[in-house]
């Protein structure tokens, strides 16, 4: 046997070579130089959603959290009982006085005077003696638009409210005065007195708001601090039945409780609306959020720093829609306008002859739309002004000049008097093509619907048993023969719908009802 040294060929090195390479992968993982013949993890490149950073960075300052507290008249101690000595407590009585040594131990075993003095001990020495004390009653939002330190809220925050205190976007805490609130727009105005400039924001011009564009909403829901949701306007002028003057943005960005009185900026940092109201059957967000817009609170809010209220114009008519059919028995070509169903005694239109049945057209020559849009003319002008209104009467166009009023601050109810209640004599008569049974009312003046046949044209425009109907074309009825007078000579002239003014619980209103159905 030899016992020269082993030799390797130059192959059986390489191919160890090669196994102590693979071992050393194995072992130690895939080194940076080899990982890049792998294919590379997929990316794509997709248009970048917008960034509301800076936005929200530069008016986050400006947006805060508003508290409000009310105070509450204690009714009793804190105990279980109540004594009262010539207008004194028996607390108030000197500590050597008998009758309090003697209620003071009489209580002791129902928790009442150590209970209470443990309580005392707890607040102050003069804690008792306080009128009253404050606890929070709401919590919602604001925004700076001064930096002096004026700020706007939602007046339904603040109506409540005795003492508001402002919680800034880095948790100080101010004290804030109401300037004024406005209950018809739900606006409200607070003022920070503080020897400081505050951060703010301006309003934008809302008539350049177009559903689809991109807004964010800040606020304080739920009381959680500061925090940001986004989103589109989804719809403008909205009515949704909160006020007269109802013409909202509506946005879906999340709005919740607590958010109300918080500000909806475009992506300019400026404020488009003041979030107010949210659709939800839950409570909860559910994407369908109102706001006042910015061109309604501006208007309102100069007003309130003004002189703490605001000052609107006063028709003094209760008004009804324009329906198609209306506008039908009434000769008008479109379906537009505000239907005056009754002036209100010595308001201004009762005065410049304004008349139950003339339909609004136009003020001082701009088209009315429809009731709300009347509404908003009138309030937007000042009291005292004397405007021309544009009325549709006895199938012509007239002008009457109105001098306006200024609108009460609160309207009086009106409640129906049951003694005056119209009572039906028996003899009844039937307007058949119209499905209804009527009878002379007992004053002489008008007919008491005592029944309505069922699927006919009066039942489905809301006719009911109990109303009377005091017109039929602005013309006076008394018995139903006048109707069929008044119903014959309307079909003559082509008319294919009659309009009928009915009064209920001493409200009036408006019903077309169709001729060509008898």
Known sequence: MSNKPRRFSKGFLSTTAIAGVAAALLATGVPAPVSGAFAEAVRVEA???????????????????????????????DGGFSFDFNGRGFEDLPDDHPMKRFFDQFSRGFGGQDDRRAERDRRGPDSERRPGRVRPVSQGSGFFIS??????????????????????????????????????????????????????????????VRVGDWVVAVGNPFGLGGSVTAGIVSARGRDIGAGPYDDFIQVDAAVNRGNSGGPTFNLNGEVIGINTAIFSPSGGNVGIAFAIPASTARAVINDLVQSGSVERGWL????????????????????????????????????AGIEAGDVVTAVDGEMV???????????????????????????KSEIVKV????????????????????????????????????????????????????????????????????????????????????????????????????????????????????
Do not use: C
């Open 316 to 351: 003094g008519v209760q008004i009804q829609p324009v329906t198609s059919d209306i506008a039908e028995s009434l000769g008008l070509a479109e379906a537009e306008g505000a239907l005056v169903t009754a002036p209100q005694d010595d308001a201004p239109a009762a005065k």
């Open 403 to 518: 001098e306006l009023g200024s609108l009460p601050t609160e309207v009086a109810a009106v409640t129906p008097d049951q003694d005056e209640a119209p009572t039906a004599p028996q003899a009844d008569a039937t307007l058949d093509s119209f499905g209804l049974t009527v009878v002379p009312a007992e004053t002489g003046s008008g007919l008491v619907i005592t029944s309505v046949a069922p699927d006919s044209a009066a039942e489905e425009r809301g006719l009911r048993a109990g109303d009377v109907i005091i017109a039929v074309n602005n013309q006076d009825v008394s018995k139903a023969s006048d109707v069929v007078g008044i119903i014959d000579a309307a079909a003559k002239d082509g008319r294919k719908a009659a309009l009928f003014q009915v009064e209920n619980e001493n409200r009036s209103r408006f019903v077309a009802l169709p001729i060509d159905q008898g």
């Open 369 to 395: 739309k429809d009731p709300r849009d009347l509404a908003k003319k009138i309030a937007a002008m000042d009291p005292g002004k004397t405007i021309d209104v544009t009325v549709w009467r006895n199938g």
């Open 147 to 208: 930096e002096d330190g004026l700020l706007v809220t939602n007046n339904h925050v603040v109506e409540d409210g005795s003492a508001f205190t402002v919680i800034m976007d880095d948790g100080t805490e101010l004290d804030a005065k109401l300037v004024g609130r406005d209950s018809r727009t739900d606006l409200a105005v607070l003022k920070v007195e503080e020897s400081r400039t505050f951060t703010y924001v301006d309003f934008a011009d809302d008539t350049k």
């Open 47 to 77: 248009p970048q959603a917008p960034s509301f950073a800076d936005v929200v960075q530069a008016v986050s300052p400006a947006v805060v959290s508003v508290r409000v507290q009310a105070e509450v008249k204690p009714v009793a101690n």
